[in-house]
Structure formats: structure tokens, C-alpha cells
């Protein structure tokens, strides 16, 4: 199986400041990754992506860095709110299936 | 657009009896399902995968008779718990691909699986 790794189970921010949240990954062939958003109980939502050929990604206050040469994706959420509190995992596809990162618990103190 | 559903979203049952899930993708043809479990905070873990007409595809240490899986059509596949343990209980969520999202799946809810 695939190794996907996170460097912090849990971050806490302030209201309105960034969010950084990192993942580090080991298959140098994985050529799509994505970020997912989940909410205690429910499904993971997706969040964004990005594929191997792409550095960076941005959508709504949301951004995706992807160094393929360390094998390293961040996310970076601008000016978290508090609905933004969850979890966070990364995840990569190898050849047909997606392989999930450990997760990190986003705490967005008001 | 792209809406999977699963049902039941929790399930009690006794040790032993055997616990059917389904996952149902709403408005999108799902030729491949995924089936992952995961324990509390914990992340999630794939169980198998499953093309529709074909034999679920199991992951490493993942007991196939255990956790039967049917994807009898494009819009359905179930996974079946039998002789279900304490040990089983999780949150299982299942996922679907299809139509023109080659590389995006959508999620469902999951289900809370309690075997006492």
C-alpha cells in the first residue's frame, strides 16, 4: 500500500488568520492528489486537487502546493472561519485506488 | 449532481448476525465503487474496490468472506458484515466514480456500524 503521512494531528488558529496543513507522501508515481474535508459523522467532502504535472492550485481561499521533489503537498485555507474546523486528509491515487493520509483536526478558535 | 447515499446511516446488531450496507450513486452512472472503513479518529482505509458485473477487488488483510461486496449494477453496490464481531464496529463509508469524472470520487455519508 501506499504511505501517506501528515505532520500535525491537530492545529489550532485563530479566527480569520491562514491555515497551513502539510502532508508528506512516499510514491513518487502518484499523479493526483487531493485534499478532503471531514466533518465529524459524515463523509469526506472534497475540497480541491491537483494533478503531478501542477505545482500549485488555488480555489475559493483555498490553495494546494504540491513539491513533488521532496514528495510534499500543503494545504493553505485563507482567512479560516469557524465552519472550517474538521478534519483534513490528503490523499493520492495509485493507479485505481486513493490512499488517505492520517488526518489533521483543524481548530478555528473565534 | 454526483450524489451517493448509503443506507442505513447507523446499524445496532448482536455479535454474530450479519449487517448488509448499501451505497447508491443518485444521479451518476458509478462503474467503480470503493469501500473504506475507518476507526474513531483514525483515517480512512480502503477496504476494496469494486467494478460493477465484476469481483470486488479486496486490499491486503481485508477477509473477503467476511465483507462480501455486490455491485450488481451502476448504481448499487453493498457490503454485507457476516458474522459480525465487536471488533467490526466502525464507520463505513463507501465512494463512486463514473460518467466523466475520471479522476474524482464522491462520497457517501457513511454508516455507523455498533456490534454488541
Known amino acids: 500500500g501506499e504511505s501517506v503521512g501528515l505532520h500535525l494531528p491537530t492545529l489550532s488558529v485563530q479566527e480569520g488568520d491562514n491555515s497551513i496543513i502539510n502532508c508528506a507522501y512516499s510514491?513518487?508515481?502518484?499523479?493526483?492528489f487531493i485534499w478532503y474535508k471531514q466533518e465529524s459523522g459524515k463523509g469526506p467532502q472534497f475540497i480541491i486537487d491537483?494533478?503531478?504535472?501542477?505545482d500549485k492550485r488555488q480555489g475559493q481561499r483555498v490553495t494546494v502546493l504540491l513539491n513533488k521533489t521532496v514528495k510534499h503537498l500543503s494545504l493553505q485555507i485563507a482567512a479560516t472561519q469557524p465552519g472550517d474546523s474538521a478534519v483534513y486528509f490528503c490523499?493520492?491515487?495509485?493507479?485505481?485506488?486513493?490512499?488517505f493520509g492520517s488526518g489533521t483536526k483543524l481548530n478555528v478558535k473565534p | 449532481g454526483a450524489v451517493v447515499s448509503q443506507h442505513p446511516s447507523r446499524v445496532i446488531c448482536k455479535s454474530g448476525t450479519s449487517v448488509k450496507i448499501e451505497c447508491r450513486s443518485l444521479?451518476?452512472?458509478?462503474?467503480?465503487m470503493f469501500w473504506y472503513r475507518q476507526f474513531p479518529k483514525q483515517s480512512l482505509m480502503l477496504m476494496a474496490t469494486?467494478?460493477?458485473?465484476?469481483?470486488?477487488?479486496?486490499e491486503q488483510g481485508v477477509e473477503k468472506d467476511k465483507f462480501l461486496i455486490n455491485h450488481a449494477s451502476l448504481t448499487l453496490s453493498t457490503l454485507t458484515v457476516t458474522s459480525a464481531h465487536p471488533e467490526d464496529s466502525s464507520f463505513y463509508i463507501c465512494?463512486?466514480?463514473?460518467?466523466?469524472?475520471?479522476?474524482?470520487?464522491?462520497f457517501g455519508p457513511g454508516t455507523r456500524l455498533t456490534v454488541l
Open positions: 444521479d451518476f452512472q458509478a462503474t467503480t
Open positions: 469494486s467494478n460493477e458485473g465484476s469481483k470486488a477487488t479486496y
Open positions: 510514491n513518487s508515481a502518484s499523479d493526483y
Open positions: 465512494s463512486a466514480r463514473g460518467g466523466t469524472a475520471m479522476y474524482e470520487q464522491f
Open positions: 490523499a493520492l491515487r495509485d493507479f485505481n485506488k486513493f490512499y
Open positions: 491537483i494533478r503531478s504535472n501542477m
